[in-house]
């Protein structure tokens, strides 16, 4: 045997998968498609790296089973994933809504940590490698890949699959653990983009172009679930965090509602106004709220020209719908190569919660993306990937 398992995948679960097997003195060969190790992590929020969430829990993912995580979060806590950093003199610092960040630190020192400890403990890394061929026998696995010009073989007895989904393809995102998962008869949860940018078509099309680059904060919701945070107009149509965070919970056909002004009441608002001024125009109190562009695309709705004392009572049940019940039917999403994550893949149901494993292919593990497990914005996503790293590891 050439070492006690092959990682298939050198993104952040097989990497942490390697770390944790060299601690328990398990050898393992890590296998990249890319040109380099931890590729995904590198570009992650923009290169700094949001690479684990305080408040993380089972209740912020997506998966046809919501219980499927509670074992391996119980098993590698967010307390372990701060500390394990910290270990490595890299302290985390809270930017927003439980998002923890590298201080002082980046994307590429949280990949120079896994790649130090690689070498540490003898495990290799071999990247631009393609796996051609996977042979699953009684007691081991034999695998084919090439590198440059030349083919190799490979002998273990366990084999761990962690490369990731199908967001961003320019970046190496293949669709090789749905195809390995396929033939061999395990079920695949269908997969779609998350945390993605949504797209506006039509009669609408010039409305949300013209604000393009205009942020506002505020609930966006459906029947599902809400979230408040900003949203960003682009010349496509929304993005910022409140549409990605809404995107994956969104299906082709349905609408989303939008609360522009979440916190306060804007009939309220005009109310006081009347009181204070009520020669002030309907346009100069927007002022104060949103942006000018904001206020003037907002003319499409109301008399933003009328003082508020004039405002009617129908102008002021058309204020009150446009501001807090805004409704939005998008055409589509931006696709794989704008979204953060993959939603759906392999089906939890076909692995052991407390060690990934499968059920069906003895010796055979899947962890990371390519699990029908998809995390809210804001460090969730790494934070399955760290625990699911884990626990392939202590089983290998």
């Not at 328990?24 to 790296?49: D, N, P, T, W, Y």
């Not at 320019?170 to 997969?191: H, P, Q």
């Not at 013209?210 to 949203?231: K, M, T, Y």
């Not at 009939?267 to 949103?290: A, C, M, P």
Request: with cysteine; aromatic share 10%; charged share 20%.
């Amino acid at each position: 045997m050439d070492a006690d398992a092959i990682i298939i995948g050198a993104g952040a679960c097989g990497l942490m998968c390697a770390v944790q097997a060299g601690y328990l003195g398990k050898k393992v060969i890590l296998l990249e498609k890319g040109s380099k190790a931890g590729a995904k992590i590198l570009i992650s929020g923009g290169g700094r790296c949001n690479y684990t969430n305080l408040f993380a829990s089972p209740d912020q993912f997506i998966s046809n089973n919501k219980h499927f995580l509670k074992s391996a979060f119980s098993q590698w806590t967010v307390e372990d994933t701060v500390s394990f950093f910290e270990t490595y003199d890299l302290k985390g610092k809270e930017k927003t809504l439980g998002q923890l960040f590298p201080d002082q630190k980046n994307a590429k020192d949280i990949v120079d940590i896994f790649t130090s400890l690689c070498a540490d403990f003898g495990q290799e890394i071999k990247c631009g490698v393609q796996v051609t061929e996977v042979f699953l026998k009684e007691d081991a696995v034999t695998l084919n890949y090439q590198l440059g010009d030349k083919n190799y073989t490979l002998e273990a007895p366990k084999l761990v699959i962690a490369t990731g989904g199908l967001p961003i393809p320019k970046m190496g995102a293949t669709d090789f653990a749905l195809r390995f998962a396929r033939k061999y008869g395990l079920n695949v949860i269908e997969t779609a983009p998350a945390l993605v940018p949504l797209t506006i078509t039509g009669k609408d099309e010039d409305w949300y172009a013209a604000l393009s680059g205009n942020s506002v904060f505020c609930e966006v919701s459906n029947d599902r679930i809400s979230f408040e945070e900003n949203l960003l107009f682009t010349h496509w149509g929304l993005s910022g965090p409140a549409i990605l965070q809404i995107s994956s919970y969104w299906r082709p056909g349905e609408s989303i509602n939008i609360n522009l002004l979440p916190n306060q009441d804007i009939l309220s608002l005009i109310e006081e106004e009347r009181k204070d001024n009520g020669k002030t125009l309907l346009s100069t109190l927007f002022n104060r709220v949103y942006t000018r562009k904001i206020t003037d695309a907002m003319r499409k709705f109301m008399p933003m020209d009328k003082t508020v004392a004039a405002l009617n009572r129908a102008e002021l049940d058309a204020i009150h719908e446009t501001i807090h019940l805004f409704k939005v039917k998008p055409a589509g999403d931006k696709g794989y190569d704008k979204a953060e994550v993959m939603r759906g893949g392999i089906d939890t149901n076909e692995l052991s919660s407390k060690t990934l494993a499968s059920k069906k292919l003895p010796g055979v593990y899947f962890g990371g993306e390519c699990v029908d497990v998809t995390g809210w914005l804001g460090g969730y996503n790494f934070q399955w990937a760290w625990a699911s790293g884990f626990v392939i590891a202590q089983d290998i």
